[in-house]
């Protein structure tokens, strides 16, 4: 176990899986490739690089296309609101936003309750784009060759592990919208 681990949990080297995510006894890391965050990692990176082509013929970046998804969901958010979604920082929403404002698809203006508040909403054009942006998650399933149910259940169980991962530190709440 690592001098630095807040857990004394091991993992019996029988347990199925355990090469993943056990190295509890050894002076190094795991083989990069036997790692779960890794395979996490790349998963979302080959998930990327099959969604570009159709986000590039939306002209948007996938930052961009997640922070569309939450307005798609309930538009006219908080900026802080929208951060929380995505558990991010809300300046590090800035610049999207404002790529999407000058693309003609958001508009940000003050909360007129709070004026320390900004309220990002779709703009009609923003809206339209919803039901051209359907093919892109189509495009996952195609290119998986994994049925749809399998997916479902794999979508599950990393959202399982991420919660429990952020109970763990204390961390992120999905879809707990927080007070910024």
């Known amino acids: 176990m690592c001098a630095w681990s807040t857990s004394s949990r091991a993992i019996p080297a029988s347990t199925p899986g355990s090469a993943i995510v056990s190295a509890t006894s050894a002076a190094a890391p795991l083989p990069l490739d036997d790692q779960l965050c890794y395979a996490i990692y790349s998963a979302g990176i080959a998930i990327q690089r099959v969604y570009k082509p159709l986000l590039d013929t939306l002209g948007l970046t996938y930052p961009q296309y997640l922070l569309l998804n939450v307005l798609w969901t309930t538009d006219a958010q908080t900026v802080g609101g929208i ?77 399982d592990l991420r919660d429990a991962i952020y109970r763990h530190i204390g961390g992120w709440a999905p879809g707990q919208k927080q007070s910024r």
């Open 83 to 159: 951060a929380d979604q995505l558990a991010l920082e809300s300046s590090t929403l800035t610049p999207l936003l404002k790529r999407l404002e000058s693309a003609g698809l958001v508009r940000r203006t003050r909360n007129p309750d709070n004026e320390r508040q900004v309220v990002v909403a779709l703009t009609p054009e923003g809206r339209a784009l919803k039901s051209k942006a359907g093919c892109v998650g189509q495009s996952l399933v195609d290119a998986s060759g994994q049925p749809i149910k399998d997916l479902g259940k794999l979508n599950r169980a990393v959202k």
